[in-house]
């Protein structure tokens, strides 16, 4: 879903975090198309494995995409949009809702997230905001809160927005940008 965006991402980057099935096999199947492969030497979780592609990404932006979740073809489409239009001095954190996708059934629903815009601290100390594969953020912002805290269990999205919601400014796409299988 990545590779089939309208508009397309400077870079792909896969972070294995030491699985145990044939991923490393199926990511260099698409080096062809300039998707790189990177690998942890040792099982350290979602966070450690994020910090590791924002750390290699060399672009300005950073997105992310979690292995059993599918973007939307127009999701960096509908977001750089937004950035173009944009002029102020903070960074820049977009994010917007999803579809949840139950594999059992295949019932599908629309998930609206909260509609976080602007200056948003106060809203996330309250309750929990965007989902990583629907975000797309500033590098120099994630490397300012000093990486996503690789100590935090669960909730990892929203101890992440609460932390950049201190320096960027958020915009909301008010559709779903990606699937979340359940």
Not at 92 to 111: V, Y
Not at 116 to 137: D, M, R, T, W
Request: with cysteine; proline share 3%; net charge negative.
């Amino acid at each position: 879903s990545v590779l089939n965006q309208t508009v397309k991402a400077d870079e792909i980057i896969v972070v294995d975090d030491n699985s145990a099935d044939d991923t490393k096999e199926v990511v260099q199947s698409y080096s062809k198309y300039g998707v790189k492969y990177i690998s942890l030497k040792n099982k350290t979780g979602a966070q450690a494995a994020r910090n590791l592609g924002i750390i290699s990404a060399t672009g300005d932006f950073i997105a992310f995409q979690d292995s059993d979740d599918e973007w939307f073809d127009y999701k960096l489409e509908e977001q750089t949009k937004l950035i173009k239009s944009y002029n102020s001095a903070k960074f820049l954190f977009i994010h917007g809702d999803a579809e949840d996708h139950d594999c059992k059934t295949g019932k599908r629903r629309e998930r609206n997230v909260p509609e976080l815009e602007g200056n948003c601290y106060e809203k996330l100390l309250k309750s929990p905001g965007p989902l990583f594969p629907a975000i797309l953020v500033d590098k120099k912002a994630l490397l300012e809160i000093g990486l996503l805290d690789e100590k935090v269990p669960s909730w990892q999205e929203w101890d992440t927005a609460i932390s950049l919601s201190k320096i960027c400014e958020f915009k909301h796409v008010k559709k779903p940008l990606f699937t979340y299988n359940l």
